[in-house]
């Protein structure tokens, strides 16, 4: 089939090149005639495992085409994906500009031939009706159908997830469209979930809500064996063994961050009010998020014996350079605020937070070197290189062998042997 994918970022330069390796013809269509130039010469611009190799075979066999001309991908195109950033606004509402500026862009060509205009981003509910509404004002002969097929990658495993996806979710009014979308999905395994348009909207929403309100609750359970001599990793393997709740994403810790769970569950939290439904349950899943940083912050702030900190980890989670609503942020941030002094370390995400906090960090190539003369070591990303590091070799670099983990990564009982002060959440 013939694809048209507007945006290059996590999703958009992911969906391309999968659709392009499972044999498609794919425009991807961006704004910025550099960033396109170096995507076509194979450099996909974020750190995403695996992601350079897919697209510079699928860019040798010419599957995958980059540009900003819309009017010839667009006329050739069966579908369009639209997936760009749905950021959000100050109030907490998805910013749609972006959304509703490509659509504009696109409705002039929809004479041709018969497509079908997909949300990759995610949108609230009733968005892709008015995406319907604005192409038939601005073009009533456009042939086309609006389905929504939201997407559910994560960063640090978007490949995978996108070849071997739980789920494919499709909604849409129209069985034409909903064909076309499960003709191009054909070779990809997982359940299909044929649904309303609506429901397909809010399912994104609901799945992200409730990821966000796992991680909230198991720090909420944290907080409460801190205080009560229970240990929460032993409480959360009890309670996760039960296959109703899992083990999976009760995880404590400094919580969500990311360009996805916190402005998701703010959108949520927007659509709820505006259909004036209850959503305390939310309201209370960001206020332990912003709590369980605080409670960091006082860890550090009570256990470290001098204000030199070595810094583990920048990305808001592994196998990614994305640091968009990382929690490190937030806390380096307030530690610099304080008077710490901070060497960083991330294998990925360095660049990136640099963009942010350019002079009053110093950045190191490798984690030990941030531990030299450091009075505590602060883990703020579970990478597995962090989980596997020399912790023998740590303890000699570091003037006092305290280890303040953000993440739960480490054994008690090891550090302890290893003559180490470990204070992580929930115990
Ligand atoms: N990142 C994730 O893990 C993830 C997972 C599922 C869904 N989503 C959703 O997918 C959407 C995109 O997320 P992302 O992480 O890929 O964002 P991103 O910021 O990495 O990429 C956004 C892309 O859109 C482009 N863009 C923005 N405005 C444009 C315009 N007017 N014309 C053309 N291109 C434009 C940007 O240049 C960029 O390439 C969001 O709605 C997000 O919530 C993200």
């Given at each position: 089939?013939?694809?048209?994918?507007?945006?290059?970022?996590?999703?958009?330069?992911?969906?391309?090149?999968?659709?392009?390796?499972?044999?498609?013809?794919?425009?991807?269509?961006?704004?910025?005639?550099?960033?396109?130039?170096r995507?076509?010469?194979?450099?996909?611009?974020?750190?995403?495992?695996?992601?350079?190799?897919v697209?510079?075979?699928?860019?040798?066999?010419?599957?995958?085409?980059?540009?900003?001309?819309?009017?010839?991908s667009?006329?050739?195109?069966?579908?369009?994906?639209?997936?760009?950033?749905?950021?959000?606004?100050?109030?907490?509402?998805?910013?749609?500009l972006?959304?509703?500026?490509?659509v504009?862009?696109?409705?002039?060509?929809?004479?041709?031939?018969?497509?079908?205009?997909?949300?990759?981003?995610?949108?609230?509910?009733?968005?892709?009706?008015?995406?319907?509404?604005?192409?038939?004002?601005?073009?009533?002969?456009?042939?086309?159908?609006?389905?929504?097929?939201?997407?559910f990658?994560?960063?640090?495993?978007?490949?995978?997830d996108?070849?071997?996806?739980?789920?494919?979710?499709?909604?849409?009014?129209?069985?034409?469209?909903?064909?076309?979308?499960?003709?191009?999905?054909?070779?990809?395994?997982?359940?299909?979930?044929?649904?309303?348009?609506?429901?397909?909207?809010v399912?994104?929403?609901?799945?992200?809500?409730?990821?966000?309100?796992?991680?909230?609750?198991?720090?909420?359970?944290?907080?409460?064996?801190?205080?009560?001599?229970?240990n929460?990793?032993?409480?959360?393997?009890?309670?996760?063994?039960?296959?109703?709740?899992?083990?999976?994403?009760?995880?404590?810790?400094?919580?969500?961050?990311?360009?996805?769970?916190?402005?998701?569950?703010?959108?949520?939290?927007?659509t709820?009010e505006?259909?004036?439904?209850?959503?305390?349950?939310?309201?209370?899943?960001?206020?332990?998020?912003?709590?369980?940083?605080?409670?960091?912050?006082?860890?550090?702030?009570?256990?470290?014996?001098?204000?030199?900190?070595?810094?583990?980890?920048?990305?808001?989670?592994?196998?990614?350079?994305?640091?968009?609503?990382?929690?490190?942020?937030?806390?380096?941030?307030?530690?610099?605020s304080?008077?710490?002094?901070?060497?960083?370390?991330?294998?990925?995400?360095?660049?990136?937070?640099?963009?942010?906090?350019?002079?009053?960090?110093?950045?190191?190539?490798?984690?030990?070197d941030?531990?030299?003369?450091a009075?505590?070591?602060?883990?703020?990303?579970?990478?597995?290189?962090?989980?596997h590091?020399?912790?023998?070799?740590?303890?000699?670099?570091?003037?006092?062998?305290?280890?303040?983990?953000?993440?739960?990564?480490?054994?008690?009982?090891?550090?302890?042997?290893?003559?180490?002060?470990?204070?992580?959440?929930?115990?």
């Amino acid at each position: 089939m013939t694809i048209s994918v507007i945006g290059h970022g996590y999703v958009g330069l992911i969906t391309a090149c999968v659709f392009a390796d499972l044999g498609n013809k794919v425009y991807c269509i961006g704004r910025n005639k550099i960033k396109l130039q170096r995507l076509a010469k194979g450099d996909p611009l974020i750190f995403e495992p695996g992601l350079e190799e897919v697209l510079k075979i699928n860019l040798k066999t010419n599957r995958i085409s980059f540009t900003d001309e819309y009017e010839s991908s667009i006329s050739q195109s069966e579908i369009i994906f639209i997936a760009v950033g749905t950021p959000s606004q100050e109030n907490g509402d998805a910013d749609l500009l972006s959304i509703y500026s490509v659509v504009k862009k696109i409705a002039p060509y929809l004479n041709k031939n018969y497509c079908v205009i997909s949300c990759k981003s995610t949108v609230p509910v009733g968005t892709n009706r008015k995406i319907e509404q604005m192409i038939k004002q601005v073009n009533p002969d456009a042939k086309f159908d609006v389905a929504s097929c939201p997407e559910f990658l994560r960063e640090g495993t978007a490949l995978h997830d996108t070849f071997t996806p739980d789920r494919i979710v499709i909604g849409s009014d129209s069985k034409k469209a909903i064909q076309v979308l499960l003709k191009l999905h054909k070779p990809l395994k997982g359940e299909r979930v044929i649904v309303k348009l609506e429901s397909a909207e809010v399912i994104k929403y609901a799945s992200n809500a409730i990821l966000a309100t796992k991680i909230s609750f198991a720090n909420l359970i944290a907080l409460l064996c801190e205080k009560t001599n229970a240990n929460v990793e032993e409480v959360l393997d009890g309670v996760g063994l039960d296959k109703r709740i899992g083990r999976h994403f009760l995880y404590p810790g400094i919580g969500y961050g990311g360009s996805c769970f916190p402005k998701d569950v703010k959108a949520l939290i927007m659509t709820g009010e505006k259909n004036k439904i209850d959503v305390s349950l939310l309201h209370a899943v960001e206020k332990i998020n912003q709590t369980v940083r605080y409670n960091y912050l006082s860890k550090i702030i009570k256990y470290s014996k001098g204000k030199k900190l070595a810094v583990w980890g920048l990305a808001f989670k592994p196998n990614t350079d994305d640091i968009r609503e990382a929690p490190s942020l937030y806390i380096i941030k307030d530690l610099i605020s304080k008077g710490y002094k901070i060497k960083a370390y991330d294998p990925e995400a360095t660049a990136n937070f640099k963009k942010i906090i350019y002079d009053k960090i110093e950045y190191m190539s490798n984690p030990y070197d941030a531990c030299i003369n450091a009075d505590c070591l602060l883990i703020l990303t579970e990478w597995n290189e962090f989980k596997h590091a020399d912790l023998k070799q740590v303890k000699k670099l570091l003037n006092d062998p305290l280890i303040i983990d953000g993440r739960n990564i480490y054994d008690h009982q090891y550090l302890s042997e290893l003559g180490y002060k470990y204070i992580a959440f929930g115990s």
